[in-house]
């Protein structure tokens, strides 16, 4: 077969074809061959009356490799897009050639319209060569990894339309003269690390712009005055940056724009009235500033296309405007952490592609409208912590699109429909935790086949757990403390294989734990304190929950010792055993817990197997570098407190051994944790004096030692410590002049000094 080919063509892309080291889907190894004319070739397109190479499109084939100088040599060139691929190493400097390493690219594509190199592996600068292709309109290259400053002569571009270099690392000012390429119709740019400020003026020579998206930089400054002269603007990202002052009233001359993102900045004021007179917007996004003021009441009036309004994390007062259940296409409705008054409209009920409330964290008033169980698409409704009141509307409960609930820490009462998920298929949050709610717990919970957390904390509820509870298998989280429950825990609760935070405390619960319970090798908290449970642990525990991070078991009846494997527990950040009946030695290995901040073994009947010594397990605990509570109180551990205390965390924060038996003297080492703010080392056996090295702890507050042996004159380094409220170092054996002692120790706000001998 004969076709007309030119050589230049074909050799720049053998070599490319060459060069690429992994072709995913096989094509070109098979389809680009040299026995059928390059024209034909898979991606490759033409031009008509040369048949010379006009566009390759070799975007998404997941190909691995480099691009090669020879690109360049494909003169004709208008279009190369090789977006969302592999290729990696610098763009070849001669990109006047096509990509960043041509040393031959700059005179030769000069026909070059479009550059696509979006999501590949591409590092480096991006070279000023780029700026010789003065017929561009378009330039991607995005989601790389490429450095350094955007080149000034970006604007010999005169014909760019769109810029983008989102998603790189790139750094310094945007030169300023980007704004004045007046063909510009998108500038993209987010996700860098670009700093400085927007021209004042930035729009004086830019009547074409679309978008402008800056998102997620470092830039500071005001927002340009002269935004209002860019009237084509349909879209404006500044989101995640520095910009301080007000919004520009100006922008209330974009009449034709259609998203508007300026959250997370450093805005103030007011938000221009004129905003709110867009009819054309669609999505406005100004949370997470320092917004101020009352929103209009009509606001909803002139907004028909409004899909998105989040205005959370400011400081808005007033009442929510009725007036938005006349944006008939609102689909999400942020405006939590503010400081609103009134009651939740009840018109919002009429808003049906409503799909999000976030009204969390005001000051609302009343209950929850009946209305909004007309929102039949509502995916999330968040009203936590907002001040509302009464029983939750059981039309909500039928709301079947319904996958987060968040109610928390509100004056709701009543109890809960016992058919509470017939309709709740796609429910995935139930968070009612501090209420007021009461009666049993539904049965019919278990319906909810899709709930991975689970939150009632902080009620009134009464009864059983349910053992239906167990049918929830996709469960994480699984919180009912500080109720009245009682009875025992289902052995069906084993059955929740997924289940990372069981949390009971605080309730009537009674018997022995479920073994099941433990073979849950995915929990990462259990807390079971304040009931009524008895039993021991199982000696395995510290294998069979290898992820746990914290177990809070205090304040029940458990009995037996503590199992060794404890100590294999790598993840563990809380071990709270508190007040129990538990006996035997402490494990040695506690130290083994380099992850461990709080420990409360108090109140116990715990030992120490060097009763006659130093106590090695505290000894071992200066392992645990990121210790801030050792609570280890009556217990009748003896022995002697080691001198390596001195050696325990810098980050600890309260140390009680107080009523331990110990004996010997105090270690001079403690006033080495110099963070310590409570020290209670009362009612022991400690002789000796009071370390001079604890004028040291200058962030002490409480400092406890009565009912010891300890003698000699109160240390004038006490003196120094600003902080101390609370004194006590009655019954010891102290001497010499208290009213000296009490001089310098008058910012005590309560010091005791009952008998001294």
């Known amino acids: 077969?004969?076709?007309?080919?030119?050589?230049?063509?074909?050799?720049?892309?053998?070599?490319?074809?060459?060069?690429?080291?992994?072709d995913s889907q096989g094509i070109l190894a098979t389809n680009w061959s040299t026995k059928s004319s390059y024209c034909s070739w898979y991606?490759?397109?033409?031009?008509?009356?040369?048949?010379?190479?006009?566009?390759?499109?070799?975007?998404?084939?997941?190909?691995?490799?480099?691009?090669?100088?020879?690109?360049?040599?494909?003169?004709?060139?208008?279009?190369?897009d090789l977006s969302n691929n592999y290729f990696h190493a610098s763009l070849p400097k001669d990109i006047s050639k096509i990509l960043l390493n041509f040393v031959y690219f700059i005179g030769k594509c000069k026909e070059l319209q479009q550059l696509n190199l979006f999501n590949n592996k591409l590092v480096g600068s991006i070279p000023e060569a780029i700026c010789n292709l003065s017929k561009l309109e378009e330039l991607y290259l995005g989601n790389n990894q490429l450095t350094g400053e955007i080149p000034k002569t970006f604007s010999h571009l005169r014909n760019l339309k769109i810029l983008s270099l989102r998603m790189n690392n790139l750094t310094g000012s945007i030169p300023a003269t980007i704004f004045n390429i007046s063909s510009l119709l998108k500038i993209s740019l987010s996700y860098n690390s670009l700093s400085g400020s927007l021209p004042m003026d930035m729009c004086n020579t830019n009547p074409k712009l679309k978008e402008l998206n800056l998102t997620s930089n470092h830039l500071s400054g005001k927002m340009p005055t002269g935004l209002g002269q860019c009237t084509k603007l349909q879209g404006i990202s500044l989101s995640y940056n520095e910009f301080t002052g007000s919004i520009p009233r100006a922008i209330g001359n974009l009449v034709e724009l259609q998203s508007l993102s300026l959250h997370n900045n450093s805005l103030t004021g007011e938000i221009p009235q004129s905003l709110f007179k867009i009819s054309s917007l669609r999505f406005l996004r100004l949370g997470e500033n320092n917004l101020v003021g009352i929103l209009p009441t009509g606001m909803g009036y002139d907004l028909p296309k409004l899909e998105m309004i989040d205005l959370s994390i400011n400081q808005f007062k007033g009442e929510i405007p009725s007036s938005l259940s006349h944006c008939r296409q609102l689909r999400g409705l942020s405006l939590s952490l503010n400081q609103f008054t009134g009651g939740i409209p009840q018109a919002i009920g009429s808003l049906s592609n409503l799909e999000e409330v976030y009204l969390a964290y005001n000051n609302l008033a009343g209950g929850i409208p009946r209305e909004i169980g007309n929102l039949s698409n509502l995916n999330s409704l968040q009203l936590g912590s907002c001040g509302i009141s009464g029983p939750i509307p059981p039309e909500i409960f039928n709301i079947s699109s319904l996958q987060m609930i968040d109610l928390t820490d509100n004056s709701l009462h009543g109890s809960l429909p016992m058919?509470?998920?017939?309709?709740?298929?796609?429910?995935?949050?139930?968070?009612l935790s501090?209420?007021?709610?009461?009666?049993?717990l539904p049965t019919t919970l278990?319906?909810?086949?899709?709930?991975?957390?689970?939150?009632?904390?902080?009620?009134?509820?009464?009864?059983?757990?349910?053992?239906?509870?167990?049918?929830?298998?996709?469960?994480?989280?699984?919180?009912?403390?500080?109720?009245?429950?009682?009875?025992?825990?289902?052995?069906?609760?084993?059955?929740?294989?997924?289940?990372?935070?069981?949390?009971?405390?605080?309730?009537?619960?009674?018997?022995?734990?479920?073994?099941?319970?433990?073979?849950?090798?995915k929990l990462q908290t259990l807390s079971l304190a304040q009931n009524h449970f008895s039993g021991s642990l199982p000696s395995s525990i510290g294998t069979q929950l290898p992820d746990l991070e914290g177990l809070a078991i205090g304040g029940n009846e458990f009995s037996g010792i503590i199992p060794m494997s404890i100590s294999n527990m790598s993840e563990l950040t809380v071990l709270d055993i508190w007040a129990n009946f538990f006996t035997g030695d402490v494990p040695k290995d506690l130290g083994n817990l380099r992850r461990l901040e709080f420990l409360n073994l108090g109140f116990n009947q715990l030992t120490d197997e060097h009763s006659a010594s130093e106590v090695g397990f505290l000894?071992?605990?200066?392992?645990?570098?990121?210790?801030?509570?050792?609570w280890i109180?009556?217990?009748?551990?003896?022995?002697i407190l080691p001198n390596s205390l001195g050696n325990l965390s810098i980050s600890l924060e309260s140390f009680d051994a107080s009523a331990c038996q110990f004996k010997g003297t105090?270690?001079?080492?403690?006033?080495?944790?110099?963070?310590?703010?409570?020290?209670?080392?009362?009612?022991?056996?400690?002789?000796?004096?009071?370390?001079?090295?604890?004028?040291?702890?200058?962030?002490?507050?409480?400092?406890?030692?009565?009912?010891?042996?300890?003698?000699?004159?109160?240390?004038?380094?006490?003196c120094h410590l600003r902080n101390l409220g609370y004194l006590d170092l009655s019954s010891n054996k102290l001497s010499g002049t208290i009213l000296a002692a009490l001089g310098i120790l008058l910012h005590c706000v309560t010091s005791l000094f009952t008998p001294m001998d």
Not at 14 to 19: E, F, M, N, S
Not at 434 to 440: C, E, H, M, V, Y
Request: hydrophobic share 40%; proline share 4%.
């Open 43 to 80: 991606g490759i397109s033409c031009n008509a009356p040369q048949q010379r190479v006009s566009a390759i499109n070799l975007s998404n084939m997941g190909l691995q490799g480099t691009i090669v100088p020879q690109v360049g040599n494909l003169s004709f060139l208008v279009s190369l």
């Open 446 to 521: 278990s319906l909810c086949g899709q709930l991975l957390s689970l939150s009632l904390w902080g009620n009134r509820f009464t009864g059983n757990i349910p053992p239906s509870f167990g049918n929830l298998t996709v469960l994480q989280d699984l919180e009912l403390g500080e109720n009245n429950i009682q009875g025992n825990i289902p052995n069906e609760l084993g059955n929740l294989i997924n289940l990372q935070n069981l949390k009971l405390s605080v309730n009537n619960l009674t018997g022995i734990i479920p073994e099941a319970i433990f073979n849950i090798s």
């Open 666 to 718: 105090i270690p001079t080492g403690i006033g080495n944790l110099i963070n310590l703010i409570d020290l209670r080392l009362n009612d022991n056996d400690l002789t000796g004096l009071i370390p001079i090295s604890f004028g040291h702890l200058q962030k002490l507050q409480w400092f406890a030692i009565s009912g010891n042996r300890i003698h000699g004159s109160i240390p004038s380094v006490l």
């Open 633 to 639: 109180e009556d217990n009748p551990l003896k022995g």
């Open 419 to 431: 058919d509470i998920c017939k309709h709740l298929h796609n429910l995935q949050g139930l968070y």
């Open 619 to 630: 000894t071992s605990l200066t392992n645990c570098k990121f210790l801030r509570r050792l």
């Open 434 to 440: 501090f209420n007021q709610l009461s009666g049993q």
């Open 1 to 22: 077969m004969v076709f007309s080919i030119n050589l230049v063509d074909e050799v720049a892309l053998i070599a490319l074809k060459a060069h690429i080291t992994y």
